[in-house]
């Protein structure tokens, strides 16, 4: 039996060198050493430097996405996707993506104005460029507009059609007084069917 001091532990990769722990036992980073640091400036704002930028296949200046940062500070991908992941991280960035979204926004306003300002060929299309801008301007396109929607359904039932002859009347759909029977008549057992019916005295004396 082999002694246990003689097991040979795989030898650590370049991630496990840098201080980040053996893979499977790393813990949440409490900090961004200059890699991560760089691969989170890299996806923000792009590299400066050409011959980096040739190597990943980007232009200088352009933001990377996270494979192409993590290539670029020489980060296996698997360990470029394990920093990209950790809470420190996303909060840089998300604190970069907002610094960049209020850099950005006076030039936005300028260019609001310009359109605002712009009179064009006086077409509906420019006025409603025109006006959306201002609207943009005041604020007033952020405001969510209230919208009602009313749906009218029609519930239908099974049921029986009767068509009656075009010789009888259709009863009226309300009536304020009973209806008025122009023959006297009574309830009387009818000879044809045998039931219970309303008969006239004519039509009970001729049967």
Known sequence: MSDASQIRRPAPDRFEKLGYGPRHQRKPLTALDLRSQLMLEYMLVGCQHRDICDRIGVQVGEPMTQQQASDAVGFRRRNGRFVFQQAIFQKGLAKGIEELRSGARV??????????????????????????????????????????????????????????????????????????????????????????????DDEDANG
């Not at 049921?159 to 008025?180: D, F, N, T, W, Y």
């Open 107 to 200: 030039q936005a306003i300028r260019r609001m104005i310009e359109l605002m300002n712009d009179p064009g060929d006086g077409s509906a299309a420019c006025k409603t460029v025109q006006l959306k801008a201002a609207s943009a301007i005041m604020g007033d396109e952020s405001k969510s507009a209230v919208t009602v929607n009313v749906g009218v359904s029609a519930q239908l039932s099974p049921g029986v059609v009767i068509r009656l002859p075009a010789e009888v009347k259709s009863p009226p759909l309300e009536q304020a007084q009973p209806p008025i029977i122009e023959h006297g008549g009574a309830m009387r057992t009818s000879p044809i069917d045998g039931q219970l019916r309303y008969l006239p």
